[in-house]
């Protein structure tokens, strides 16, 4: 189940596929082998779009549909997106579908479309994903009990994105002295509750995110031997033990500790009691069950 985008240019236009496939190796990291395909996946949010190029259209039926146009000339660049995802998702493609068809000047053949379906259109800035939006959450709220979907909440779900999304321009901005962590989801396994996590590996300089749990990973000297251990701890016990330490920082809700005060948190990290392991309480969620919408009844 998948929103699909057909790309044309104009009669008259001197664009060749050969330069559009170039812009698209230029301005893509693909992780595709192939030469006709641009599948997309940023490691930081684990969002993901395609692009392919397709060989022309020969039978009647496809002809007809796909290439019978008297202003336009069909490229053969399809766009893929599946439904069925957080909405973030869409937020992450169309930024660059957009930026596609205004820097190639290309119209777009939408069979998704609610007012003209058949024929090639130059879309308004947004209007595509809003356009993916709203059938994404339609076909999520339809579908939600058929494919077992978990419901997340679209400003939790966007704060989740927006920090992930930023977290390699803060790491490059602060350097080597600090670690800016990435933020999971996980599905509590005693009520099914979704919750984000970060990670702490030896009380090392670093930002936190807003979690509900933090991963501590301790490795320190008692008596002839090395201990280490690791687990998680509540946002509570978290504030209560460290917050004294923390200063704000720049982006949204999120707090630094700074080398100086990361020396003086090291007795108190690994004093820290563990409360939970995280196997036995909790379990990766997967973002192809996640969804921000409830079932229909």
């Given at each position: 189940?998948?929103y699909?985008?057909?790309?044309y240019?104009?009669k008259?236009?001197?664009l060749?596929e050969s330069q559009?496939?170039?812009?698209l190796?230029n301005n893509l990291t693909?992780?595709s082998?192939?030469?006709t395909?641009?599948?997309?996946?940023n490691?930081?949010t684990?969002t993901?779009?395609?692009?392919?190029?397709?060989e022309?259209e020969?039978?009647?039926?496809s002809?007809e549909l796909?290439?019978n146009?008297?202003d336009?000339d069909n490229t053969?660049?399809?766009?893929?997106?599946?439904?069925l995802?957080?909405?973030?998702?869409?937020?992450?493609?169309?930024?660059?579908?957009?930026?596609f068809?205004k820097d190639?000047d290309?119209?777009?053949?939408?069979?998704?479309s609610?007012?003209d379906?058949?024929?090639p259109?130059?879309?308004k800035?947004?209007e595509l994903y809003e356009?993916w939006?709203?059938?994404?959450?339609?076909?999520?709220a339809n579908?939600?009990?058929?494919y077992?979907?978990e419901?997340?909440?679209?400003e939790?779900s966007?704060?989740?994105y927006n920090?992930?999304?930023?977290?390699?321009?803060?790491?490059?901005?602060?350097?080597?002295?600090?670690?800016?962590p990435?933020?999971?989801?996980f599905k509590?396994?005693s009520d099914?509750q979704?919750?984000t996590?970060?990670?702490w590996t030896?009380h090392?300089?670093k930002v936190?995110?807003p979690?509900?749990y933090?991963?501590l990973?301790k490795?320190y000297k008692?008596l002839?031997?090395?201990?280490?251990e690791?687990?998680l701890?509540?946002?509570?016990?978290?504030?209560?033990?460290f917050?004294?330490?923390?200063?704000?920082?720049e982006?949204?809700n999120c707090?630094i500790i700074h080398?100086?005060?990361?020396?003086?948190?090291?007795?108190?990290f690994?004093s820290?009691?563990i409360?939970f392991?995280l196997?036995?309480?909790f379990?990766r969620?997967?973002?192809?069950?996640?969804?921000n919408?409830?079932?229909?009844?």
């Amino acid at each position: 189940m998948s929103y699909d985008l057909y790309f044309y240019k104009r009669k008259n236009s001197n664009l060749t596929e050969s330069q559009i496939a170039e812009y698209l190796t230029n301005n893509l990291t693909s992780t595709s082998e192939s030469d006709t395909q641009w599948f997309v996946e940023n490691e930081d949010t684990e969002t993901y779009f395609s692009f392919d190029q397709n060989e022309p259209e020969t039978d009647e039926e496809s002809i007809e549909l796909f290439e019978n146009f008297t202003d336009f000339d069909n490229t053969h660049f399809t766009f893929n997106l599946n439904y069925l995802r957080p909405d973030f998702f869409g937020q992450f493609a169309f930024e660059f579908v957009d930026k596609f068809i205004k820097d190639l000047d290309l119209f777009v053949l939408n069979p998704q479309s609610t007012t003209d379906p058949d024929n090639p259109l130059k879309p308004k800035e947004n209007e595509l994903y809003e356009n993916w939006s709203e059938t994404n959450s339609r076909n999520s709220a339809n579908f939600f009990k058929e494919y077992g979907l978990e419901f997340y909440p679209l400003e939790k779900s966007n704060d989740f994105y927006n920090y992930n999304r930023n977290k390699s321009l803060l790491q490059e901005k602060l350097g080597d002295n600090y670690y800016v962590p990435k933020l999971y989801l996980f599905k509590r396994k005693s009520d099914g509750q979704i919750v984000t996590i970060c990670t702490w590996t030896e009380h090392i300089p670093k930002v936190f995110p807003p979690a509900d749990y933090y991963l501590l990973t301790k490795k320190y000297k008692k008596l002839f031997r090395t201990v280490e251990e690791a687990g998680l701890i509540s946002s509570d016990t978290f504030k209560n033990r460290f917050g004294s330490f923390l200063d704000n920082f720049e982006f949204k809700n999120c707090k630094i500790i700074h080398p100086d005060k990361a020396e003086k948190v090291k007795d108190i990290f690994n004093s820290t009691k563990i409360e939970f392991k995280l196997a036995d309480f909790f379990e990766r969620m997967q973002f192809e069950k996640l969804v921000n919408v409830k079932p229909n009844e």
